[in-house]
């Protein structure tokens, strides 16, 4: 069993940013992926500690707080590499080949769906539906939606990525 450290406190600029936030929505309920967000942009995932610490700030539960992170999934609630790719695994995407591009990727880099490279470089996640089956396969690096992947487009990624 792998344990995550606590990672360090909000620091008062990121809850000034979350008051703020929360101060354009109608509830701090409304308010909450846009936090988790705002955090995981700059600590790339919201452990266990930071999530109690915004639950806070937004004056809900904890518990509550995890259930809408763990719905949303583009939070991540465990460590996950400096690139995060999303790979549909929708009806489309599937058709065209995303097995493929997933036994790409495990030759390639060693990561299965789940993972995450020793190296700390790429996490590899399912996704549904990326809304891009025009262009299938699809997948998301970080931001950045990708159509017509092919193993090409994943090697050059690959390559292009430096040591985190
Ligand atoms: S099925 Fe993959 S983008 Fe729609």
Redesign the pocket.
């Known amino acids: 069993m792998s344990i995550v450290e606590a990672q360090p406190a909000l620091d008062p600029t990121e809850r000034a940013e979350i008051r703020n936030l929360i101060g354009h929505y109608p509830t701090a309920r409304a308010a909450a992926i846009d936090a988790l967000k705002l955090v995981q942009q700059r600590r790339r995932y919201i452990g266990d500690n930071l999530l109690a610490e915004i639950a806070h700030l937004l004056g809900l539960p904890a518990a509550e707080l995890d259930g809408l992170a763990t719905f949303y999934n583009l939070i991540y609630r465990k460590p996950v590499g400096q690139t995060v790719i999303l790979l ?1 695994d ?5 058709i065209t080949g ?1 097995d493929h591009l997933a036994q790409h990727i495990e030759r390639r880099i060693g990561i299965k769906p789940g993972e995450t490279s020793a190296d700390g470089r790429f996490t590899l996640l399912p996704i549904v ?5 025009d262009h ?3 997948m998301m690096a970080n931001d950045v939606l990708h159509g017509n992947v092919d193993p090409a487009t994943l090697d050059a990624m690959f390559d292009a990525t430096p040591l985190p």
Do not use: E
């Not at 929708?90 to 599937?94: D, E, F, G, M």
């Not at 539906?129 to 089956?133: A, D, Q, T, V, W």
């Open positions: 549909c929708s009806i489309t995407c599937w995303r539906c990326l809304g891009h089956c299938a396969p699809a």
